[in-house]
């Protein structure tokens, strides 16, 4: 088996003992509980896999463990963030079913806020290429605070994020990129690539020098 | 070819260094690596697993350079913490899942021959087994991906005088493949006494000695004599003394050179390594 694959199956199974409570927070915070199921659900649940899953190897000697295997450094880092991208698009998954049957049930019609999914799955990629040259660097302690912080930045951030859209200044800049789809949205997927590769090398010349 | 190659090896951390270590492990034997707690041994360790990166040195395994960008070396070595390095939240079937597809080489039925020899169940979680348990699952996720270097930070300590014993006949099991080489940290010098044929001691980050176990204990002598018979020279001829009001004690490196100087008037004792250690450590002199 390719060493990437086993490493992204090791996370897969590291979270798996989360499944219980992503399941139950996805149900309770969707449209079969809550009035509106989008905020909550899409601003709080990837984030919250993401952390789950980043997290469940942050203790120093899982750290020692993961050294000891035949495998690079680099390649630690790397099978890393292919996880979050896993976990990223899982969560996101999990959301739309949820909106799906929620939507079929309240009002027989299936209706999907595609920018809104783009919008979550961008400031998602964002959130890991911040969060892990951050989780690099801190190492288990200072992950907890981080932890924090960014479940706040993200609760603080979707708010603020859906609030700019929504305002009328944003009304002219929206109205261009809708106009120019192909190229703003080039624009923006080269943008978020761009972040993810300076995140992943910053991870990377962190994680090297790092003694455990 | 050496098993492990150190050349030039130097880290520093807080109060810690460790400076121009250098050395080497025979391939298809046990050396022990002895030093008092503090000494540098699991820091060595460590710095051949990847775990520490050296401030300057090379250290290779089998002719492989080691570093934090190098990992297929780690195929040969089946590494043995002192700690539990696992995920104790997963069973210990669970974290056999995780290991096994790293090593092409895994023996699935070697692994299950050492869980049935150590009595240890599959189902069990790790952070609900004993020391002792853990550390003979590490022996078998160590032992089963067929490593020919086995590398252990102090595995004996914690563990009862029984597995103690049957781990020693395990490890002799092990090296009496030729190609087979294992490294073994510990300060319990009784171990090594049974079973290391060569001896690397490290003091304070600094390398004492690296010999076979043999010459170590045919080189250093144990004097013992009254007070009269020391002076100043005499005692810089010494590399530890231990003074009591019946007179000293002290450990020579140079077994000729002390029978000389002190002729009939004194005792002479052959020391353990555990001796050597002692007075080396209180000394704090190395060996020329």
């Known amino acids: 088996m390719p060493r990437m694959i086993c490493l992204i199956r090791k996370d897969i199974m590291l979270v798996y003992r989360y499944m219980w409570l992503v399941l139950i927070y996805a149900f309770v915070f969707s449209g079969f509980i809550q009035s509106n199921n989008s905020t909550l659900l899409y601003g709080l649940l990837p984030g919250l896999v993401l952390i789950l899953g980043i997290g469940s190897d942050a203790r120093l000697p899982n750290q020692q463990f993961l050294v000891t295997l035949p495998v690079k450094r680099s390649y630690l880092v790397l099978s890393k963030y292919a996880s979050s991208l896993i976990f990223l698009v899982s969560s996101i998954a999990i959301c739309i079913i949820l909106n799906v049957a929620t939507d079929m049930i309240d009002f027989g019609t299936v209706r999907i806020d595609l920018p809104f999914v783009l919008g979550t799955l961008i400031s998602m990629i964002l959130f890991i290429s911040l969060y892990l040259p951050l989780y690099y660097w801190l190492g288990v302690r200072g992950t907890q605070f981080l932890n924090i912080a960014m479940m706040l930045i993200i609760m603080v951030g979707n708010g603020a994020v859906t609030a700019l859209l929504s305002s009328d200044d944003m009304a002219a800049p929206l109205g261009w990129l809708s106009s120019h789809a192909l190229a703003s949205g080039a624009l923006l997927a080269s943008a978020t690539v761009l972040a993810l590769v300076i995140s992943y090398l910053i991870s990377v010349s962190i994680f090297r020098k790092k003694d455990l | 070819?050496?098993?492990?190659?150190?050349?030039?090896?130097?880290?520093?951390?807080?109060?810690?260094?460790?400076?121009?270590?250098?050395?080497?492990?025979?391939?298809?034997?046990?050396?022990?690596?002895?030093?008092?707690?503090?000494?540098?041994?699991?820091?060595?360790?460590?710095?051949?697993?990847?775990?520490?990166?050296?401030?300057?040195?090379?250290?290779?395994?089998?002719?492989?350079?080691?570093?934090?960008?190098?990992?297929?070396?780690?195929?040969?070595?089946?590494?043995?913490?002192?700690?539990?390095?696992?995920?104790?939240?997963?069973?210990?079937?669970?974290?056999?899942?995780?290991?096994?597809?790293?090593?092409?080489?895994?023996?699935?039925?070697?692994?299950?021959?050492?869980?049935?020899?150590?009595?240890?169940?599959?189902?069990?979680?790790?952070?609900?087994?004993?020391?002792?348990?853990?550390?003979?699952?590490?022996?078998?996720?160590?032992?089963?991906?067929?490593?020919?270097?086995?590398?252990?930070?102090?595995?004996?300590?914690?563990?009862?005088?029984?597995?103690?014993?049957?781990l020693l006949d395990l490890l002799a099991e092990y090296i009496l493949e030729e190609e087979h080489t294992i490294l073994f940290s510990t300060h319990l010098t009784t171990d090594l006494d049974r079973v290391a044929d060569y001896v690397t001691f490290i003091n304070r980050g600094r390398l004492v000695f690296s010999d076979t176990k043999d010459d170590i204990l045919e080189s250093y002598l144990i004097v013992k004599g009254g007070k009269d018979l020391l002076d100043g020279d005499i005692r810089n001829e010494l590399l530890g003394i231990r003074e009591s009001d019946l007179g000293f004690e002290g450990l020579s490196s140079d077994r000729k050179r002390a029978q000389q100087l002190f002729g009939d008037k004194a005792l002479y004792e052959q020391p353990t390594l555990e001796d050597i250690m002692y007075f080396t450590a209180k000394g704090g002199k190395p060996r020329a």
């Open chain 2, 1 to 166: 070819m050496n098993a492990i190659e150190v050349e030039g090896l130097g880290k520093s951390y807080g109060s810690f260094t460790m400076s121009e270590m250098s050395f080497s492990v025979p391939r298809g034997y046990i050396t022990g690596l002895i030093g008092p707690n503090g000494a540098g041994k699991s820091t060595l360790i460590k710095t051949i697993m990847g775990m520490v990166v050296p401030d300057k040195g090379e250290v290779s395994v089998f002719g492989r350079s080691v570093g934090p960008q190098e990992g297929d070396y780690k195929q040969d070595i089946g590494y043995i913490s002192d700690e539990n390095i696992f995920y104790d939240y997963l069973t210990l079937e669970q974290m056999k899942r995780i290991v096994a597809p790293f090593y092409p080489r895994w023996d699935e039925e070697l692994y299950r021959r050492y869980m049935d020899q150590f009595e240890l169940p599959s189902r069990k979680k790790i952070k609900d087994c004993s020391k002792g348990m853990k550390m003979k699952y590490s022996i078998a996720l160590a032992m089963s991906h067929h490593p020919s270097l086995l590398i252990m930070d102090e595995p004996t300590a914690g563990l009862d005088p029984v597995f103690r014993r049957e």
